[in-house]
């Protein structure tokens, strides 16, 4: 799931990274295709509508430096508002109960099993 994100976002970013400048109608076209990814991702629609409107906002608001191409200065926006949408920081796991109990969700085939594994064996051997 993530690489399929992944390969739709770098085709998004695709569209800006031979300009030289941000202007409304690579930002636009830009925008429609991340936004698309998202809701192809399972992202709810109302989200990826707010995030791409954030993106948009800062994206407008910005000016190209010299050594910074408009394509990373995109990348950058939509990295850092993903950040910050996910939660902003980094936080550490609560064991607090005994016996622990942690919610894995996710689709068919997703590798729900490979993660709790791994994230068992992480337990073990460093919590």
């Not at 994100?5 to 076209?29: E, H, M, P, V, Y």
């Not at 939660?87 to 550490?92: E, K």
Request: hydrophobic share 40%; glycine share 10%; net charge positive.
């Amino acid at each position: 799931m993530f690489n399929n994100l992944q390969d739709r976002l770098d085709k998004a970013f695709q569209n800006i990274k031979g300009q030289g400048r941000i202007t409304d109608i690579n930002i636009a076209s830009t925008i429609k295709e991340i936004r698309r990814a998202l809701v192809d991702a399972d992202v709810n629609y109302k989200i990826a509508k707010e995030f791409t409107d954030r993106v948009k906002d800062k994206a407008m608001g910005e000016d190209v430096l010299t050594a910074v191409s408009p394509g990373q200065l995109m990348v950058k926006i939509v990295q850092d508002e993903l950040a910050s949408l996910m939660g902003g920081q980094s936080v550490g796991i609560d064991l607090a109960g005994n016996p622990s109990v942690i919610l894995i969700a996710g689709l068919q085939g997703s590798g729900k099993t490979t993660f709790t594994g791994k994230l068992a064996k992480f337990l073990k051997e460093k919590k």
